[in-house]
């Protein structure tokens, strides 16, 4: 049986030596955006779950913010927004009682035409000297409560002094608080660095914060305390394929319509596997650029044996985002002593520009790179540059599976073609 792999937009084609036995080949081909989004996101508007409609909540006189993740996620805020104005203006709301706020946690901030380019001129015309970057350093982030366990939740001072808070925002598997969406549009994106460090670095390797796992997970648990502490009213989440087209569109109630757009998109994207394999063989795709790539390698990860082998095949074309995390790699400095200097306020100098998602990586990557023999098939990357990060270089698939067969000459296999938009379930 011929195998393949999806590599940007060609198809790599393997074979599978004798003894190695394949426990999951499937790929998960994304649905189709809707032929209408404005169509899409007015009926979740019309139909919120577990809230009044925007134009119920809001009453004249109120403060508003609306806030927006940055561009590196792919929300087609501009779809929406104006909507959002409109229905703020019906209930008595003048567009100058809004203020947009761009919840870019602790990502570097963007520029205004930056900001323009996400929500559109209309909206941008619009709000024009109301629309802000959130800054996650600046000393006037306001300290609005600690959670049950004790984090201080500090945020951004036209959000803490709301009437009405919206979020935009899309839904998509996420490696440590099971989906993306809901309340993170307030945690980290709203929040101070302080705030998103503690809670990050505290929980990120509980056993339970990973990807497909919400009740149960204290990373994502901790998000939705400190999002009702923020006030949070009503949240718009984007379900969309790796065109960017828009799918599904959920919005009301931050906790209730997060549950159902991450039970909709575990609908669509879980892989089921039998058992844990020997070996996976993954690939990056869609998600192939810079640090998106890495997505892949996180997943397969979750549902390998311990001591077994990844194949990781990424073209990496542009690996410039990647570099400072192959550099700490390259360290001898173990995962777990890393770990402890993040939590300790101890970060690398050359990590400090970069978010603190980013700087988690260099964790997760370290203590992959313990558990695993992971093979990097990649085009963009130098073999020296993939051995800093402790794994082994291959020009090529088949390279790689030579490589892996003689160290595993008899194995069960899973095989995920778009590694970087599966969830894989072990049953």
Not at 25 to 51: K, M, Q, V, W, Y
Not at 258 to 275: D, G
Not at 289 to 313: D, F, H, P, R, Y
Not at 331 to 344: G, K, N, P, V, Y
Request: glycine content about 8%; aromatic content about 8%.
């Amino acid at each position: 049986m011929k195998y393949f792999l999806n590599y940007g937009r060609e198809k790599l084609y393997f074979d599978l030596p004798k003894g190695w036995n394949s426990i999951s080949f499937e790929d998960r081909l994304s649905l189709p955006g809707t032929n209408n989004p404005l169509e899409e996101i007015r009926n979740a508007l019309d139909h919120p779950i577990g809230s009044p409609k925007i134009e119920a909540l809001a009453k004249p006189g109120m403060k508003v913010s609306i806030l927006f993740d940055d561009l590196q996620r792919p929300t087609p805020t501009h779809l929406v927004i104006t909507e959002v104005l409109d229905r703020l203006n019906k209930a008595g709301i003048s567009d100058t009682d809004v203020t947009a706020i761009c919840a870019l946690g602790t990502h570097p901030i963007p520029t205004l035409e930056a900001l323009k380019t996400k929500i559109g001129d209309k909206a941008f015309l619009r709000l024009r000297d109301r629309i802000f970057p959130h800054d996650p350093h600046s000393k006037e982030n306001i300290l609005i409560g600690r959670t049950h366990w004790g984090t201080p939740i500090e945020i951004n001072p036209y959000v803490a002094s709301s009437d009405l808070i919206i979020g935009i925002g899309e839904c998509m598997p996420h490696p440590s608080s099971g989906f993306g969406g809901g309340y993170k549009i307030i945690m980290p994106g709203v929040c101070s660095y302080k705030t998103t460090a503690s809670h990050h670095f505290t929980w990120m390797r509980h056993k339970n914060s990973r990807i497909n796992i919400l009740d149960g997970n204290p990373y994502y648990e901790e998000i939705v305390e400190a999002g009702r502490l923020s006030g949070l009213k009503f949240k718009i989440d984007f379900i969309l394929n790796e065109k960017r087209e828009v799918i599904k569109v959920f919005a009301g109630d931050p906790f209730l319509e997060h549950k159902a757009a991450s039970n909709f998109a575990r609908s669509i994207l879980t892989v089921s596997l039998p058992k844990l394999p020997d070996i996976t063989i993954t690939a990056s795709y869609p998600l192939e650029i810079g640090v998106q790539s890495t997505k892949a390698l996180l997943m397969a990860s979750n549902c390998t044996k311990n001591g077994g082998t990844i194949i990781w095949v990424s073209p990496q074309k542009e690996a410039g985002p990647i570099l400072p995390l192959i550099k700490e790699m390259g360290s001898d400095e173990s995962a777990t002593s890393f770990h402890r200097r993040l939590i300790e306020g101890d970060i690398p100098d050359h990590l400090k520009p970069f978010g603190i998602s980013y700087i988690m990586q260099v964790v997760h990557f370290k203590e992959i790179a313990q558990k695993y023999n992971v093979i990097h098939v990649t085009e963009g990357l130098s073999a020296d540059l993939v051995r800093m990060m402790k794994f082994s270089h291959a020009t090529n698939i088949q390279e790689a599976i030579k490589m892996a067969y003689k160290n595993m000459p008899h194995a069960d296999v899973a095989i995920f073609p778009s590694g970087g938009s599966i969830i894989p379930d072990v049953r």
